[in-house]
């Protein structure tokens, strides 16, 4: 059974920082690209960082600015997303997602919920 299960949300205030796993079993990690997701209340889920396979590229959103960076690690099947310089906005729950590098599947985390508030 795959499971992603994130963690590292919580409160923080504006300009601090949060650093979001998502321990991944189940699958072969790395097969997989990973991406993390945001859903913020009332707004749809976008999409906020990729990282390939081997690790060896990324992307990122505009609205990340050079804010975040995601990285994995394949030995422990986890990936991660480090969230610097935050602010109200990105207030959000994160999900991570697993995409096959070649079969058309993917698996979702349950989320992790991140507030940004004074």
């Known amino acids: 059974q795959v499971q992603l299960v994130e963690s590292g949300g919580g409160l923080v205030q504006p300009g601090g920082s949060l650093r979001l796993s998502c321990a991944a079993s189940?699958?072969?990690?790395?097969?997989?690209?990973m991406k993390w997701y945001r859903q913020a209340p009332g707004k749809e889920r976008e999409l906020v960082a990729t990282?390939?396979?081997?690790?060896?590229?990324?992307n990122f959103a505009d609205f990340i600015k050079g804010r975040f960076t995601i990285s994995r690690d394949n030995g422990k099947s986890t990936a991660y997303l480090q969230m610097n310089s935050l602010k109200p906005e990105d207030t959000a729950v994160y999900y991570c997602?697993?995409?096959?590098?070649?079969?058309?599947?993917?698996?979702w985390g349950q989320g992790t919920a991140v507030t940004v508030s004074s």
């Open positions: 997602n697993a995409q096959h590098i070649s079969v058309g599947r993917d698996y």
């Open positions: 189940g699958l072969a990690f790395s097969n997989y690209v």
């Open positions: 990282i390939t396979s081997a690790g060896t590229s990324t």
